[in-house]
Structure formats: structure tokens, C-alpha cells
């Protein structure tokens, strides 16, 4: 069996092309880079579309080498699990306590890498309600390491604006006693409400509407 190493420079070939695909089909509107730290961070993403692991990348630029922690059935598809691999994805059995990606996250980290959790830990519709994920501020907590909140816009029409808004980075504060499960459970939808809120406003921010919502978005 061939063992596929990581390569930052596979990740930036596939970096262009997608850049060059996806800059056709949408209009990507790419605000926040600066609040991009430099060094080890977790990044934070609402998740609707198969597109938004590439869109992500493409939000945060080529000079960061993106790693996405992704589901272990992806790793199950020969010709993807190698293309994934070679791209530093972490593989991840959502039914388990997985220690071998709790280990390969912490890798990433203190190597200044920048890792890539979708806590609704599926693909959602807007308004629609999943029990989020703990995985991300548990980690940033551990690590101290800042975590990076970026809204990917759900609805994507080709040939339209679509929005990809990072926010500002914040940190977990470490207590002396350990947090219960419900403690966590609330960082984590602290996490995307901020999400959401980036997605509203940055959105809307110029629209003369009087709704806090526009269905026909096209500033």
C-alpha cells in the first residue's frame, strides 16, 4: 500500500485550480484577511455545501496550509483518500472518542498549522438546528491556541456574489476546574452563533432594506 505524504506544494497546485474554477462559476467576496493570526490556529466554519473546504481555503489565502479534519469515510475512497492525505486532511470516526485525531490536530498545532473543524459536523440549511460539535473549543482550550470563526454563505448561485467573511480571532480561557459537558457544548454554539451573526451583518451591511434579512441579495 502507498503511503501519500503531505505536501504543502500539492495543496498550493490545488490551491490555483481551484481558485481559478471557482473564481469563474462565483463572484467570491473575500472580507477579513487581516484578521488571519499568524502561527497555530483553529478555524471555525458553518458547513451546507461540499464546496466549503475549498471555499475556505480559498478565503484564507495560499500562504496557509489549511487542514481539515474530515470524516473517515471520506478516507475509504481510493482515488480521494490519497488526494485528501497528500493534502494534510485528519481523518476522524465521528461514532468514536478518536485519539489518533485528537493526536494528529495537536501535531498540526505545535507546528503552526491552522486546522479546520465544521462543528454542526454536517452539511446544514440555513435555520436548520444541529447539536454542535465540542471538538474545536476543547482543543483551543487545551492549547491555547486562538480560534478563527469564518462564515461560507449557504445559499451559492453561480454566477453571483458569495460571501466568505473572517471574523476576528478569540481565545478560550483555560479555568482551573475542568468544564463540564454542557459548558462545552455552549462554547460551541457561542462559536457559531458568531458565525451566523458575521454572515448576517457582513452580508447585509450596505443594504438599504428594512428587513435583517434580503432574499434577493445582490449588493
Not at 505536501?7 to 497546485?13: A, E, L, P, Q, V
Not at 462559476?25 to 464546496?51: F, W
Amino acid at each position: 500500500m502507498i503511503k501519500w505524504k503531505v505536501s504543502f506544494r500539492f495543496y498550493k497546485i490545488c490551491y490555483y485550480i481551484a481558485l481559478i474554477l471557482y473564481g469563474t462559476i462565483y463572484r467570491l467576496d473575500i472580507k477579513g484577511r487581516e484578521n488571519v493570526p499568524q502561527g497555530a490556529t483553529m478555524v471555525c466554519a458553518n458547513h451546507s455545501n461540499l464546496a466549503d473546504p475549498i471555499l475556505v481555503s480559498l478565503a484564507f489565502g495560499t500562504s496557509h496550509f489549511m487542514h481539515y479534519i474530515a470524516k473517515i469515510e471520506l478516507f475509504r475512497i481510493p482515488i480521494l483518500s490519497a488526494v485528501i492525505t497528500k493534502l494534510g486532511a485528519i481523518s476522524v470516526d465521528r461514532d468514536l472518542a478518536d485519539i489518533a485525531t485528537i493526536k494528529a490536530t495537536l501535531t498540526y498545532l505545535k507546528n503552526d498549522g491552522k486546522v479546520v473543524i465544521f462543528p454542526e459536523g454536517t452539511r446544514t440549511k440555513q435555520g436548520e438546528k444541529v447539536e454542535v460539535k465540542t471538538g474545536a473549543v476543547k482543543i483551543a482550550e487545551r492549547t491555547g491556541v486562538p480560534i478563527v470563526p469564518i462564515y461560507v454563505e449557504r445559499e451559492k448561485k453561480l454566477f453571483r456574489k458569495l460571501a466568505l467573511i473572517i471574523g476576528e480571532p478569540y481565545t478560550i480561557e483555560k479555568q482551573k476546574e475542568k468544564r463540564h459537558a454542557e459548558e462545552y457544548t455552549a462554547l460551541s454554539e457561542e462559536s457559531m452563533n458568531k458565525i451566523e451573526a458575521m454572515g448576517i451583518n457582513g452580508k447585509h451591511k450596505n443594504c438599504t432594506h428594512k428587513e435583517a434579512r434580503c432574499e434577493n441579495y445582490r449588493c
